[in-house]
């Protein structure tokens, strides 16, 4: 009989998990229940002991019609939060927002990630801002405006239009100052794209992102692409098993980082698969 290869134990980096709080009355994944302060405090506190390794706050949703937010009011949704957290813990903050000011405010109180889904193109002043700021970014791809993105998004070769964005992104970034290093990419999912047509093959071409040699940060959790793939009927917090399915397939691909709603769960699934990585062989 001829003997089988051993498997030789390889390292495997860990892939961070992002914990998201909406601080917003109508994010699609989690809308109003942490509109109260005090909630988003608890639920800071929750996502942190759940392993969190960095938490990413939002004042203003993303999804196709939701409310227009003026940076006043956004401002005062997130900095008493970031405050309040930087109060009783040193995990990294990352602020999501487009906005400068909301950036710069978020920064002062402690935050030290912008995650920016416009890849610092919404104001004239975002790259300026961002390369003072000294702070890390995350530079994410999305075709269109949030407001009519998914009207009718058109790609030849979606992973290669992509690439081809976050990589002049992230050129137009360093030329205004922001150190290389400080660079995150994100592919966008579900950010103008098509629910099926585009995701799942940005899904699967996630090496080529990889690939670019930034650190990638992958957002698919609670996303509808997951409730299309089931019975098409599934809300938002019935998506669970999708987002791990979808936070695995990054892990599997290299991804630094998965931004997901469920955090105690996906490290939980991020935790066997990279012990099942590390016994080696696998794939
Ligand atoms: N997705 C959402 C918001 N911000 N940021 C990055 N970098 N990547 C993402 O995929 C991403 C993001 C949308 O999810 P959620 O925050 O749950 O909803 P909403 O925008 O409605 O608040």
């Known amino acids: 009989m001829t003997a089988l290869p051993a498997s030789q134990p390889v390292q495997v980096a860990p892939v961070k998990v992002w914990g998201v709080i909406n601080v917003t009355p109508d994010s699609f994944s989690d809308g109003g229940r942490l509109a109260d302060p005090e909630a988003a405090l608890v639920q800071a506190r929750r996502l942190i002991a759940d392993g969190a390794d960095i938490l ?22 997130v900095v008493p ?16 927002t487009m906005k400068p000011e909301v950036a710069r405010a978020a920064v002062a109180a402690g935050a030290t990630i912008w995650n920016d889904v416009t890849a610092l193109r919404h104001a004239p002043d975002s790259l300026a801002t961002a390369a003072k700021l000294g702070c890390e970014v995350v530079l994410m791809h999305m075709q269109g405006e949030p407001g009519t993105m998914q009207a009718e998004p058109r790609y030849g070769d979606v992973v290669a239009e992509v690439a081809e964005f976050l990589v002049a992104r992230a ?30 093959p940005l899904l699967a071409g996630l090496e080529r ?44 691909a290299g991804v630094a980082a998965v931004r997901v709603h469920d955090v105690r769960e996906t490290v939980q699934a991020l935790r066997v698969w990279r012990a099942i990585a590390q016994a080696g062989n696998l794939g």
């Open 56 to 77: 990413d706050i939002g004042g203003e949703s993303t999804r196709p019609r939701a409310q227009a937010v003026a940076a006043a009011q956004e401002i005062d949704r």
């Open 209 to 252: 992102i990889v690939a670019l040699g930034f650190p990638v940060l992958l957002g698919a959790s609670r996303k509808s692409f997951i409730s299309a793939l089931d019975d098409g009927g599934r809300s938002a917090d019935q998506r669970l098993g999708g987002s791990i399915a979808a936070a695995l397939v990054g892990a599997a």
């Open 171 to 200: 050129q137009a970034a360093m030329a205004a100052g922001v150190a290389r290093e400080r660079i995150w990419l994100d592919p966008g999912i579900g950010f103008g794209k098509h629910m099926l047509d585009h995701n799942l």
């Open 81 to 96: 939060l970031i405050r309040a957290i930087r109060a009783e813990s040193a995990i990294p903050i990352s602020i999501d």
